[in-house]
């Protein structure tokens, strides 16, 4: 079985937009520091990189399926350029009322790519930015590690496993802790 770190997009690998905006085109997509260094030292320790993103935007009209994958297509061949490797990119197309299994915090981005990759979710790691994607992580059987703030904006703790100022933080700390 492989491991693997299961990453969310907005405000853990790039720059977040704007409330209610969206990143909808390459320009707008700005990767955070330290991002891919992090991802490369994942990629040495033998960890399937694994983006898991809600992409409301796509429900919204604001942007197509077919411009989302050249971003990702384009954040990867970035990545490619300094030796480091995303495996796969999931993202979920629908809006928040959408009864889909795949919107985060529904964990079935991560099921479905446990089964592609043949992933042991006990030797794997969700890293998120808000209460929805530690409750995805949690739910598909990962540990967590919650990049940021300790609150949801609301006063309620996020109850992530772990906690870093940012991706590059958390790689270390993941690669610590095995």
Excluded at 23 to 31: A, E, I, T
Aim: with cysteine; glycine share 8%; charged share 25%.
């Amino acid at each position: 079985m492989n491991k693997a770190v299961f990453l969310d997009r907005d405000g853990v690998i790039n720059r977040k937009a704007p409330e209610d905006d969206y990143v909808v085109k390459w320009d707008q997509f700005h990767l955070l520091p330290g991002v891919i260094e992090a991802i490369r030292n994942l990629n040495q320790a033998a960890y399937r990189v694994i983006v898991v993103t809600n992409q409301r935007a796509i429900a919204k009209n604001r942007i197509t399926i077919s411009e989302l994958e050249s971003i990702h297509r384009k954040l990867m061949e970035k990545l490619g350029e300094h030796s480091a490797t995303i495996d796969g990119i999931y993202f979920c197309p629908h809006d928040l009322e959408s009864e889909c299994g795949c919107r985060k915090p529904k964990p079935g981005m991560l099921l479905r790519a446990l089964d592609d990759f043949a992933i042991d979710p006990q030797l794997s790691w969700m890293v998120g930015d808000s209460a929805v994607d530690i409750a995805a992580g949690s739910k598909a059987g990962c540990r967590t590690v919650l990049i940021g703030s300790v609150s949801n904006g609301l006063g309620i703790e996020i109850r992530a496993d772990f906690r870093a100022g940012d991706l590059y933080q958390a790689v270390q700390m993941i690669l610590r802790l095995v």
